[in-house]
Structure formats: structure tokens, C-alpha cells
């Protein structure tokens, strides 16, 4: 197996690695600071490898809900843990859809966190119980999660902005990504919550879940 952290702060990239050497010592270790540079290490890497990666989301360069999911479709084996500080819904159920299969947050105890990877070993999936209890209370609220409502049509640029929110980026973001104002994409947002009847981006996620957007 071979490993991936993709983390800014030097000293948690630091104890990440530590702590992957000591859980998984014959493994090789690669260390990443930004998007580019996780994108990079992506290039070069075989489809049929064997790949853990702890991924953060909070990158200099970008989101790390976007290389979850270039690395979901590049290497289909591999296990995605995200590695954050970011617990709320829409970030949690975007990094799920784009391909994460696993969801820890940085501020648990080490001890937790090293069980919960360790774990990974005996086919568990490396998640925070918080997180857990949130995903199941949304599956519990979402009981319709698989049901697309075809009756609800959205435009081609309406689907554009919800596919970006999906993936987690912000109105700002998208509006740049897709090169219109912020007022504009603002519009589209408005638009997709009535259609859809959902009220945040969390819901909003769900939705381009649904439709196979992310």
C-alpha cells in the first residue's frame, strides 16, 4: 500500500506521517501542501494501485473536495479519508459524494484517531462517531434520498451551479468557475432551493448527489 497526506500545516503533516509510519511501516509515504501539488502526485500514479489518502479540505490553492474527486476517478481502489477541522453538513456530505469513504476530524484525541485508522486494516471505515451520527440523522430526515423528482427540471446553467455545489465550492467559487458575476450565480442558487424545495447547501449537495452530479 502506498500512502497519501494532503495537509498545509507542516506539524500536522508532520504527526500525520508519524503517525502512518508507525500503523503501516512498509508503506511509502507521500506528503502534499496544496491541491497542485496533490494533483501532481496523482499524475504519476498506477490505476491499479493500492492507495490510502488523508485528505484535508481546506487547502491554500483550492478545496480538497476536488481532489477527492479526481482521485476517486482516477483510482477506483482507493481509500479516501478525509482529514479536517470542517464538521458541518455541507462540507461532510459534499467530500461523501465526491468519492471520500471515510471522515475524521483533526481535533479528536491522536489515540482516536489512530484506532480509527488502524481500523482501516480489518475493512472499517475510518469515521468520527459525530460524523457518523450526522450522516444517519440526514438519512433519517432524507428518507427519499435515491428518488429524483423528474418532474423537476432544471436549466443547463442551473445544473452547472449545482453540480459545483455539490463539490463543495462556494457561490464566490462558482461564479468564478463558471466565469458569470456572483449576483448572478447568486440568481441560479435562488432559483435551484425553490425548484428543489431545499433551504442550505447541505440539502443542495444531497440533491446533486441524487442526480449524479458529483
Known amino acids: 500500500m502506498s500512502v497519501l497526506i494532503v495537509e498545509d500545516i507542516p506539524p500536522t503533516r508532520a504527526w500525520l506521517e508519524a ?18 501539488a496533490g494533483l501532481a502526485w496523482l499524475a504519476g500514479q498506477p490505476a491499479d494501485g ?18 477527492i474527486r479526481r482521485i476517486g476517478q482516477a483510482l477506483p481502489g482507493a481509500r479516501i479519508v478525509v482529514s479536517t477541522l470542517y464538521d458541518d453538513d455541507a462540507n461532510v456530505l459534499a467530500a461523501l459524494a465526491a468519492g471520500a469513504t471515510g471522515y475524521l476530524l483533526k481535533d479528536e484525541e491522536g489515540e482516536a484517531i489512530e484506532a480509527r485508522l488502524r481500523g482501516l ?31 423537476v427540471a432544471l436549466s443547463p446553467r442551473e445544473v452547472d451551479v449545482l453540480r459545483l455545489i455539490g463539490r463543495g465550492l462556494t457561490a464566490a467559487e462558482a461564479a468564478g468557475m463558471l466565469g ?3 449576483q448572478t450565480t447568486a440568481g441560479y442558487i435562488k432559483a435551484i432551493y425553490r425548484k428543489l424545495d431545499v433551504n442550505n447547501r447541505a440539502e443542495a449537495a444531497l440533491e446533486a448527489a441524487k442526480r449524479g452530479l458529483v
Do not use: N, W
Not at 58 to 66: A, F, K, T, Y
Not at 122 to 132: D, L
Open 19 to 36: 503517525l502512518v509510519q508507525r500503523l503501516y511501516p512498509d508503506a511509502p509515504v507521500a506528503c502534499c501542501g496544496s491541491l497542485r
Open 50 to 67: 493500492d492507495f490510502l489518502c488523508l485528505i484535508d479540505l481546506g487547502l491554500p490553492d483550492g478545496s480538497g473536495i476536488e481532489l
Open 121 to 151: 486494516g480489518r475493512g472499517e471505515v475510518a469515521m468520527t462517531p459525530s460524523i457518523s451520527r450526522r450522516i444517519l440523522e440526514h438519512f433519517r430526515r432524507h428518507a427519499g434520498f435515491f428518488a429524483v423528482d423528474s418532474a
Open 180 to 182: 458569470i458575476s456572483a
